[in-house]
């Protein structure tokens, strides 16, 4: 504790004052200096209820502003999780659509491989059926084969020879298997018909034909052989599965 010295002098000055008083006043000066107390205790009192409710009022207002940052922290707080759940539900909400997007675009190119897929193996398919008719046909090829060819041949020569005199020398015929004379003589009456008085036919083989034959008069020409047959008839069916469904 400390000590308060200018208190303390002025108590025993008061002390040697009011002895003297005493001895001289009694009663007068003592009720003097106790009003004087009086009147400093009471100004003291006064200064420290003043100051008692300055510190009330600060502490009032102290804890209105708490109130009001807490307050306002419960506010920011509210705020910030609603602004959290708004963007955890956006960034869901476009995760779901990139998944949904990725997904159609992945179901999309998987249906484009499945078509691309279908529509080539439907090629090959029909490729490799053209290939198993070559070989069966090549192998069941006869004499009933070759009579029925000589009339497609011919027949395709009717129809394309309109306005062709047949007139313009000899007439070379290419097959690619040996003709009998039978077959010789069919084609000879044949184009007879379609070219009276053609020139002499020369009859030559040519195995690079195949299944086929090929007339050659002046300048024009018509074949037939089963391979190009085959071939075009292969093409346009191919061409019909690249575009199917």
């Not at 070989?135 to 395709?156: G, I, S, T």
Request: no cysteine; charged share 35%; proline share 2%.
């Amino acid at each position: 504790m400390l000590i308060d010295w200018t208190t303390v002098i002025f108590q025993l000055i008061n002390f040697l004052i009011l002895i003297v008083l005493l001895k001289r006043f009694l009663y007068g000066p003592i009720i003097r200096a106790m009003d004087e107390r009086e009147r400093t205790i009471a100004a003291r009192l006064a200064e420290a209820s003043r100051a008692e409710q300055e510190a009330q009022e600060h502490a009032r207002v102290l804890a209105a502003e708490q109130k009001e940052f807490a307050d306002r922290r419960a506010v920011l707080h509210d705020e910030a999780q609603q602004e959290l759940d708004r963007w955890k539900d956006q960034s869901l909400d476009r995760l779901k659509e990139e998944v949904a997007a990725k997904q159609q675009s992945w179901q999309q190119t998987l249906d484009e491989e499945q078509e691309t897929f279908r529509k080539k193996l439907k090629v090959v398919i029909g490729q490799q059926v053209f290939s198993v008719s070559r070989k069966v046909l090549a192998d069941l090829a006869d004499n009933r084969l070759e009579r029925r060819l000589l009339e497609v041949f011919l027949e395709k020569i009717s129809r394309e020879a309109e306005g062709f005199s047949g007139d313009q020398g000899s007439v070379t015929i290419r097959s690619g298997f040996p003709l009998v004379d039978e077959e010789k003589k069919r084609l000879d009456e044949g184009l007879d018909k379609i070219f009276p008085g053609h020139g002499a036919l020369d009859f030559q083989e040519d195995p690079a034909l195949g299944f086929g034959l090929r007339l050659l008069t002046g300048d024009r020409q018509w074949e037939w052989n089963l391979s190009r047959y085959l071939d075009d008839m292969e093409e346009d069916i191919i061409q019909t599965l690249r575009r199917s469904p």
